[in-house]
């Protein structure tokens, strides 16, 4: 396992790759608990694009904890704030969405109106962070491949209950992974920093974010300092974030 303790540069003097997509964030305006404002989001945006971030797909998250969010409203609040944002100098925008797997995910999975995807397949769901039931998750995971539907994990890193056999058993059941950058520098503490590291050591990610929800998480962009040996393998992730841009 490498080290990642050897600090040297943060992620913009590193360099972002030249079609930077940020692939999780949380700034569709008044929808969850990311951005409030149309204003918030478009500030933060506009420092992205300052930064050369080249395209966002916005996440919001649909669990029973936000009842409102389905495909049809989330359509409807991304559509109004594009027109907010299209006099300005912003990343280009996607819509996605973060579905919880749980008791409330079968209606969306089973709505007419589908689920909101990066690129028409690819759909990222997330567990709770307290615990879940592994066998439940598999039956919801082969839900969706019924459906035709790739799942990503995000953040795996920041389930502490998991064991590698779970984890295993996730890319079994076709799961791809989506890493929190934010985990290298420790931010959700010291497990969460050892499970990024063996995750990231044994190639199981496809992909890597910054779970953006305000202005406390740009420092994933601005403070986090990666050695030259995490970011090589950070940015092969970060130019694979690239596939999944697609417009259904």
């Known amino acids: 396992m490498f080290s990642l303790f050897t600090l040297?540069?943060?992620?913009i003097k590193h360099g972002l790759p030249q079609q930077m997509t940020d692939v999780h964030m949380h700034l569709l305006p008044g929808v969850d608990d990311g951005a409030k404002t149309a204003e918030e989001s478009i500030a933060l945006l506009e420092k992205l694009y300052s930064y050369g971030v080249?395209?966002?797909i916005l996440t919001p998250h649909v669990a029973m904890s936000f009842p409102q969010n389905d495909t049809a409203m989330l359509k409807e609040a991304f559509e109004k704030f594009k027109k907010e944002v299209s006099s300005k100098a912003v990343p280009e925008l996607h819509l996605a969405a973060e579905y919880m797997?749980?008791?409330?995910?079968?209606?969306?999975?089973?709505?007419?109106?589908?689920?909101?995807?990066?690129d028409g397949e690819r759909v990222l769901v997330e567990v709770s962070f307290r615990g879940c039931s592994m066998t439940v998750v598999q039956e919801l995971l082969f839900q969706l491949s019924?459906?035709?539907?790739?799942?990503?994990?995000?953040?795996?890193?920041?389930?502490?209950?998991?064991?590698?056999?779970?984890y295993k058993m996730?890319?079994?059941c076709g799961c791809e992974f989506q890493l929190n950058i934010a985990a290298l520098s420790?931010?959700?503490g010291k497990a969460s920093l050892e499970i990024a590291q063996r995750l990231l050591s044994?190639?199981?990610y496809e992909y890597a974010a910054s779970d953006m929800h305000g202005e406390r998480h740009m420092g994933v962009y601005e403070d986090i300092k990666i050695d030259e040996k995490s970011y090589h393998r950070l940015s092969l992730?970060?130019?694979?974030n690239s596939t999944l841009w697609g417009k259904e």
């Not at 797997?101 to 589908?114: Q, V």
């Not at 019924?146 to 779970?166: F, G, N, Q, S, T």
């Not at 992730?237 to 694979?240: A, I, V």
């Open 8 to 11: 040297k540069k943060t992620l």
């Open 54 to 56: 080249k395209r966002v």
């Open 101 to 118: 797997l749980d008791e409330g995910f079968l209606k969306h999975l089973n709505s007419p109106d589908g689920l909101l995807t990066f």
């Open 146 to 166: 019924l459906k035709k539907y790739i799942p990503v994990l995000a953040h795996p890193e920041r389930y502490p209950y998991m064991k590698m056999e779970d």
């Open 170 to 172: 996730l890319r079994d």
């Open 186 to 188: 420790g931010r959700y």
């Open 202 to 204: 044994q190639y199981m």
């Open 237 to 240: 992730l970060l130019e694979n």
